[in-house]
């Protein structure tokens, strides 16, 4: 079991920035992190997700305005978002996926805000 806490989240008007960050329960060593975000009446899609080897990929939509990053040592994820404009307005998740004993395991956070004004 992995507990998963973001924060970060708030109003913002566009253009301006905000930081989201992801706390693990335990160690996120050799574990897929990412980011998704849902907003109202549509799907969750993934925006960026970061490999156990570090190797990162974006939504195309955030291309070049979002960076995700993890701290193995501290156990956190963070998404720096910048550049935001009112189409980012959702709930964002944070995501750890990983196999153990050939089992593949998701868990979640409980989501935070981003709302970004025009």
């Known amino acids: 079991q992995v507990q998963l806490v973001e924060s970060g989240g708030g109003l913002v008007q566009a253009g301006e920035s905000l930081r989201l960050s992801c706390a693990a329960s335990?160690?996120?060593?050799?574990?897929?992190m990412g980011w998704y975000r849902q907003a109202p009446g549509k799907q969750r899609e993934l925006v960026a997700r970061?490999?156990?080897?570090?190797?990162?990929n974006y939504a195309d939509s955030v291309k070049g305005r979002f960076t995700i990053s993890n701290d193995n040592a501290k156990n956190t994820v963070a998404l720096q978002m910048n550049g935001l404009k009112p189409e980012d307005t959702a709930v964002y998740y944070c995501?750890?996926?990983?196999?153990?004993?050939?089992?593949?395991?998701?868990?979640w956070g409980q989501g935070t805000q981003v709302t970004v004004s025009s």
């Open positions: 995501n750890i996926n990983f196999l153990f004993r050939r089992k593949e395991y998701d868990y």
């Open positions: 335990r160690s996120i060593f050799g574990m897929n």
């Open positions: 970061i490999g156990s080897a570090g190797s990162t």
